[in-house]
């Protein structure tokens, strides 16, 4: 059987033009799509569905990377997914990357009404007000996924929930819990303590200490953290709006966390506080 051929090969071509605008987030929102790369994460999109409708729209694949992911390819073709074979010319027209994985995805938005989350009583929360890096934002989602949170919400100042950079950093985690998009950050954390969940606000300067908290019981019921901007952290009127500002202590003589980082602490630290208590599943579970 002669190998197969791209059946994609110019840049200019419709198809490929139409997927390469959804590197703009004005033309993301417009059309409710964005891009997926690579293996991981296109897996992850040809097998997720919301209200029963299958998030991955079309995929873009070289012939050495449909060869090697086969499994993927015929994922997408099982979730209806229109698959194209394309140059590596044309690939790397449309990624967003230096050195492409060969696999692109176009999805639908994933975003979730802030209301659905809070109807379904989410016991960990993460909540990212003023977060200006797409990686970070990735990361975070990432970190939120992995210590078993049931939902992030991205405040109406806070980056894309859909650029590449942050798709790319969540490594498939945005296809795993629900994301709500666009919401004040007075509203989410009103909502949220009206909810019953306890609103811990996460700042180097704040007057509570996390081990502190750990060791007198306070961390196992619902709590939503609210990460602030990477620079700068939390603004004043955000840190008074949680019911405690805390730190994550610094025992050795590093000047601070990044963000991504001490947004795992905190995710991980009330995870297990949770799970000592019985009120939130083992974040080891499959």
């Known amino acids: 059987m002669p190998p197969a ?40 999109a040809a097998g997720h569905r919301a209200d029963g409708v299958p998030t991955l729209v079309e995929l873009f694949a070289t012939v050495e990377a449909a ?8 994922a997408a073709r099982d ?8 140059s590596e010319e044309v690939i790397a027209d449309i990624s967003t990357t230096v050195t492409p994985q060969g696999l692109v995805g176009v999805c639908r938005f ?10 379904a009583r989410p016991t960990l929360v993460a909540v990212l007000a003023h977060v200006r890096d797409p990686g970070n934002a990735g990361t975070v989602l990432r970190c939120a996924d992995a210590a078993g ?4 919400v991205l405040t109406d100042a806070s980056v894309d929930l859909y650029n590449p950079k942050a798709v790319r950093a969540s490594v498939g985690s945005h296809f795993h819990l629900p994301v ?22 996460a700042d180097g300067a704040g007057d509570r200490d996390l081990d502190e908290e ?12 609210v990460f602030g901007n990477e620079a700068w952290g939390l603004p004043e009127e955000t840190r008074a709006l949680a019911d405690a500002v805390v730190r994550v202590p610094i025992h050795g003589k590093a000047e601070s966390l990044n963000l991504a980082t001490a947004a795992a602490v905190c995710l991980y630290a009330s995870a297990r506080a949770q799970r000592a208590s019985g009120g939130c599943r083992s974040v080891t579970e499959s």
């Open 214 to 225: 750990l060791d007198r019981g306070t961390m196992g019921g619902p709590t939503a953290w």
């Open 67 to 74: 060869e090697r992911y086969a499994d993927i390819i015929g």
């Open 149 to 152: 949170a049931e939902a992030v």
């Open 5 to 44: 051929t791209p059946e994609l090969i110019s840049p200019r071509s419709a198809r490929v033009s139409a997927a390469r605008r959804l590197a703009r987030r004005n033309l993301r929102g417009k059309d409710r799509l964005f891009l997926a790369e690579g293996p991981q994460a296109v897996r992850e």
């Open 180 to 201: 709500a998009v666009g919401v004040p950050v007075e509203r989410a954390v009103a909502a949220l303590r009206e909810a019953g969940v306890r609103v811990l606000a």
């Open 110 to 119: 994933l975003d979730t009404p802030f209301e659905d989350i809070l109807a």
């Open 79 to 86: 979730a209806g997914a229109r698959v194209h074979l394309a």
